[in-house]
């Protein structure tokens, strides 16, 4: 089969077509026809070798993958050679990933399209790591409570799209950071009841007018390094934080002085270390149950990528202008 591969560590220009060998399914496990994929910044970091959690090299990168079951393993009753499936299913060590005509998973991993979800399914690929992000962070570890104010940071941004649903579906009142009025009527389409433009207000500014300077109770930094010290500025004494991003350096008096309680998410953990594996169809059933019911959908970046120029997608990516999640069809 085709896949798009990494021989070496470096720039988007690492990706090279090679032709390799098909998978075959083993116990527990189906292989995917691959339909198509979405990028995420974990990608970008395994290529470039700040994060060493890759497949051996040459590696096939990407976990997100939407496509249609073409073989079944031994001891899989949940699926059947036919279905359209989509989730978070590889691209890390020991287990290639989409970037390739085929893809082997274990089912644990993968969710049905069912006809009541009116996604189409290539479109599926955009939500499966950045809704687990951030379910995992607001539900799993802060366990978000209806009437709840809660702050998520870069509310157009992958992560930060997925947790403005969540948040609502789940009966939060949502405060969202944004950088432009454009980005601003994107996080209100998406549920954000109050937009913070960051650049223009401080922190104790959007304190004072939404929270009446006590902070917000729950906060969901998707950004990291030194937004990181303004979420913690943000929350409020006893509150909750979350952040995806935490490889950097921090003086955290301020999180000790406020007794904050910080919760690391890492999406990836399942994968490389085989840990909470059987809590995914759990989690994958809430994706699928706010799909079936219309509260939930993918902002897609303006830019969709074929899977041969990956390399462009990663360029997009680290550019800082994508909104929402880059498409990758293949």
């Known amino acids: 089969m085709k896949a798009m591969v990494i021989e070496k560590f470096g720039g988007p220009e690492v990706f090279v077509e090679r032709e390799v060998e098909t998978p075959e399914p083993a116990a527990g496990q189906v292989r995917i026809k691959v339909v198509a994929s979405s990028v995420n910044p974990i990608e970008t970091k395994i290529r470039s070798g700040l994060v060493k959690a890759g497949p051996d090299m040459p590696?096939?990168?990407?976990?997100?993958?939407?496509?249609?079951?073409?073989?079944?393993?031994?001891?899989?009753?949940?699926?059947?050679?036919?279905?359209?499936?989509?989730g978070c299913a590889g691209g890390t060590k020991g287990w290639p990933g989409a970037l390739a005509d085929f893809m082997v998973a274990d089912a644990r991993l993968l969710a049905k399209r069912t006809p009541s979800m009116a996604l189409p399914l290539a479109e599926c690929a955009a939500l499966p790591l950045v809704f687990l992000t951030a379910w995992a962070a607001l539900v799993e570890r802060a366990d978000i409570q209806a009437g709840e104010h809660?702050?998520?940071?870069?509310?157009?941004?992958?992560?930060?799209?997925?947790?403005?649903?969540?948040?609502?579906?789940?009966?939060?009142?949502?405060?969202?950071t944004v950088s432009t009025p454009e980005k601003a009527e994107l996080a209100?389409?998406?549920?954000?009841?109050?937009?913070?433009?960051?650049?223009?207000?401080?922190?104790?500014a959007y304190k004072q007018r939404l929270t009446d300077g006590r902070g917000f109770s729950l906060v969901f930094d998707t950004v990291g390094k030194e937004n990181l010290d303004r979420?913690?500025?943000?929350?409020?004494?006893?509150?909750?934080?979350?952040?995806?991003?935490?490889r950097s350096t921090h003086d955290l008096g301020l999180m000790h002085a406020k007794g904050l309680t910080l919760h690391v998410i890492f999406r990836?953990?399942?994968?490389?270390?085989?840990?909470?594996?059987?809590?995914?169809?759990?989690?994958?059933?809430?994706?699928?149950?706010?799909?079936?019911?219309?509260?939930?959908?993918?902002?897609?970046?303006?830019?969709?990528?074929?899977?041969?120029?990956v390399a462009d997608a990663h360029r997009r990516l680290e550019s800082g202008l994508t909104v929402g999640k880059i498409l990758l069809q293949r």
Do not use: W
């Not at 079944?72 to 989509?86: C, H, L, Q």
């Not at 009841?193 to 223009?200: E, L, P």
């Not at 995914?280 to 041969?308: I, N, T």
């Open 231 to 246: 979420a913690i500025e943000a929350t409020a004494i006893s509150g909750r934080l979350c952040s995806i991003n935490t």
């Open 59 to 86: 590696a096939i990168l990407n976990g997100d993958v939407a496509g249609i079951v073409d073989k079944v393993g031994p001891g899989v009753t949940a699926f059947n050679e036919g279905d359209e499936v989509f």
């Open 150 to 176: 809660v702050l998520i940071h870069a509310g157009t941004g992958g992560v930060g799209h997925a947790a403005i649903q969540i948040a609502k579906h789940l009966g939060a009142r949502v405060a969202t």
């Open 188 to 204: 209100g389409k998406l549920g954000a009841d109050d937009i913070i433009f960051y650049r223009d207000e401080s922190v104790d």
């Open 268 to 309: 990836s953990i399942p994968l490389l270390h085989g840990i909470g594996m059987d809590d995914q169809p759990r989690l994958l059933a809430a994706m699928s149950e706010m799909l079936e019911q219309g509260a939930l959908r993918p902002l897609l970046d303006e830019k969709r990528f074929s899977f041969a120029h």
